[in-house]
T-cell receptor, first 113, second 114 residues
Framework: DAKTTQPTSMDCAEGRAANLPCNHSTISGNEYVYWYRQIHSQGPQYIIHGLKNNETNEMASLIITEDRKSSTLILPHATLRDTAVYYC??????????????FGQGTELSVKP | GAVVSQHPSRVICKSGTSVKIECRSL??????MFWYRQFPKKSLMLMAT?????????EQGVEKDKFLINHASLTLSTLTVTSAHPEDSSFYIC??????????FGEGSRLTVL
């Protein structure tokens, strides 16, 4: 699987948008960009994923550059409960043959009052 | 989303004993499950891929005789840490692959070996 690079840590003020960048310059054409987060001592939680179009759901928005070499996860109005480690992962996703998730170091987001 | 449950959530055992951790997909069938371990302040490390009805596939450097994986049904995979030692103390997490291809994670199991 292609590797990703993320900043080690970021701070965000409560109520403001949190923009988490991710570089995946070696991504293959059949690999999706996935975002998960992990709150301390819990299992990872799925946030969003996309192939090349921007995506939005109730949790976040995902912006993928046209060349697909980088992406940004946007939490529009961060709350204290969004404090977590955010993982950007590229993965082949093809139904029942979808690939395994290989986690990098992630970005530790701290939302401050 | 789909639910994956792990049991126990916490376990303490004596050095030299074996510990079994269960991973269940509660509302879907999963032919494939994955096992990870995570040390404090570190990322998740994939240990093995568990396939229903066949042998697990272990990642490089993971001892298959140490970490026994059984995936006997479409909703249950078990990880047994054999002859546990203090260095095996860790947070063990499973994920199950839904037939849509999406992966859902359990809550994790914290093992402490005394």
């Amino acid at each position: 699987d292609a590797k990703t690079t993320q900043p080690t840590s970021m701070d965000c003020a409560e109520g403001r948008a949190a923009n988490l960048p991710c570089n995946h310059s070696t991504i293959s054409g059949n690999e999706y960009v996935y975002w998960y987060r992990q709150i301390h001592s819990q299992g990872p939680q799925y946030i969003i994923h996309g192939l090349k179009n921007n995506e939005t759901n109730e949790m976040a928005s995902l912006i993928i550059t046209e060349d697909r070499k980088s992406s940004t996860l946007i939490l529009p109005h961060a709350t204290l409960r969004d404090t977590a480690v955010y993982y950007c992962i590229v993965r082949v996703a093809a139904g029942n043959q979808g690939g395994k998730l290989i986690f990098g170091q992630g970005t530790e987001l701290s939302v401050k009052p | 989303g789909a639910v994956v449950s792990q049991h126990p959530s916490r376990v303490i055992c004596k050095s030299g004993t074996s510990v079994k951790i269960e991973c269940r997909s509660l509302d879907f069938q999963a032919t494939t499950m994955f096992w990870y371990r995570q040390f404090p302040k570190k990322s998740l490390m994939l240990m093995a891929t568990s396939n229903e009805g066949s042998k697990a596939t272990y990642e490089q450097g993971v001892e298959k005789d140490k970490f026994l994986i059984n995936h006997a049904s479409l909703t249950l995979s078990t990880l047994t840490v054999t002859s546990a030692h203090p260095e095996d103390s860790s947070f063990y997490i499973c994920s199950a692959r839904h037939n849509t291809g999406e992966l859902f994670f359990g809550e994790g199991s914290r093992l402490t070996v005394l």
